[in-house]
């Protein structure tokens, strides 16, 4: 592959722990390598937004996923 810098947004529920988003992290960030990308050309930007702010299906997140617990 030529010389890129992947720029690679996660949207996700407020509240998940700093050591689920390292391996967020890690984990998209391995995938570029396998692709030839070395790490440092990679970013990852994760954007939290509070459930009350997600629609799915009609409702709101909040309301949908209610006994859903962030890891």
């Known amino acids: 592959m ?3 810098t992947p720029v690679v ?3 996700m529920w407020s509240g ?12 998209i960030t391995k995938i570029f390598e ?4 070395p ?3 990679v970013e990852i930007i994760i954007i939290e ?4 702010n ?9 309301e949908k996923f209610k006994d859903a617990k962030p890891p």
């Open 39 to 41: 790490s440092q050309a």
């Open 49 to 52: 937004v509070p459930k009350e």
């Open 9 to 11: 947004h996660v949207y």
């Open 16 to 27: 998940v722990s700093k050591e689920a988003k390292n391996k967020i992290i890690k984990g």
């Open 2 to 4: 030529g010389s890129c």
């Open 34 to 37: 396998d692709l030839g990308i």
């Open 54 to 62: 997600w629609g799915a299906g009609g409702e709101s997140a909040d």
